[in-house]
């Protein structure tokens, strides 16, 4: 990506000097954290069951970045603009403000309104104080453990969180939880794919106005992005995991999936044509 030089965000939120103390008895739901960690973009109601209402004691101090996460928190900064401006426009051409979201960088865990969260949980939205959440260590495991490389794979990964953001802006998240909360275990799965690839098509929608806008593209970042949708489909993840797959059980969609609608977004750059909940073909 053509990154460097640009402006970033000042809705960056860095917490990363915040460390959390552990005040006694059983630990942080970690086993329910590490279960879920294969997933980034924790869908609001996973990341509810795998948070502690309130966090441990905590303190805070200076944190020193390496020149490597100096780099990445840029970087995330610039992405981070880039997404401002492309929704900004599209919800301006729609007779509405667009409301920033700020991007919490923390390190390790973090507390935010949906709860007290670890690393493990990957990047999440949480609806309820409309923020971001990121640990940059992610990228380390999106490269290495997923076999996703690159910026534009990482860019990805916030443009699927604002995507969450749109939803809940637009009254489709709450409109989704309600239905889910009336919902079968299977049938509420299939509501929270919907929702997560209609995140995937929102983030092809940003790559769309970033691409076309204001050429941050170079040769190869879509094939970047399109292989960090892969590499994180609900089949590839369970297949790695235990060894076969439960479409049933998904709830972020297979990797053909996400790959499709992704793509949509990023050739279209119409949220018309991101209607996930409006079609039988996923
Ligand atoms: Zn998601």
């Keep these: 990506m053509r990154w460097r030089g640009r402006q970033g965000s000042s809705n960056i939120e860095d917490r990363r000097g915040v460390r959390f103390g552990r005040a006694g008895g059983i630990g942080i739901g970690t086993i329910v954290l ?7 973009g924790q ?4 990341v509810l069951q795998g948070v502690q209402p309130s966090a441990p004691t905590s303190q805070e101090g200076p944190y020193q970045e390496t020149p490597e996460e100096a780099q990445q928190r840029e970087f995330v900064g610039v992405v981070l603009a880039d997404t401002e401006e492309t929704w900004g426009q599209i919800f301006s051409q729609a007779g509405r403000t667009y409301e920033q979201p700020k991007l919490v960088l923390f390190s390790g865990a973090v507390e935010s309104a949906c709860g007290f969260a670890e690393a493990a949980v990957g990047p999440f939205y949480c609806p309820g104080d409309h923020k971001v959440y990121i640990d ?4 380390q495991e999106l490269q290495n453990r997923f076999g996703a490389p690159g910026d534009f794979a990482q860019a990805y990964v916030v443009a699927h969180e604002i995507g969450h953001h749109v939803q809940t802006l637009l009254g489709i998240s709450e409109r989704n939880m309600a239905a889910r909360q009336q919902a079968g275990e299977a049938e509420a799965n299939a509501l929270s794919v919907r929702q ?21 593209l170079e040769q190869g970042d879509i094939e970047e992005g399109l292989n960090a949708a892969a590499a994180i489909g609900d089949d590839r993840l369970q297949k790695q995991a235990r060894g076969y797959v439960a479409p049933e059980s998904f709830t972020h969609g297979s990797s053909e999936q996400r790959v499709r609608w992704f793509k949509r977004g990023y050739e279209t750059g119409s ?6 909940f409006g079609t039988n073909q996923l």
């Design 271 to 276: 949220v018309q044509a991101c209607d996930t």
């Design 136 to 139: 940059l260590s992610f990228y």
């Design 34 to 40: 590490a279960l879920i960690a294969i997933y980034f």
């Design 43 to 46: 869908d609001p109601s996973v």
């Design 196 to 216: 997560e690839l209609q995140a995937d098509c929102f983030a092809g929608i940003w790559a769309h106005n970033a691409d076309r806008s204001r050429q941050l």
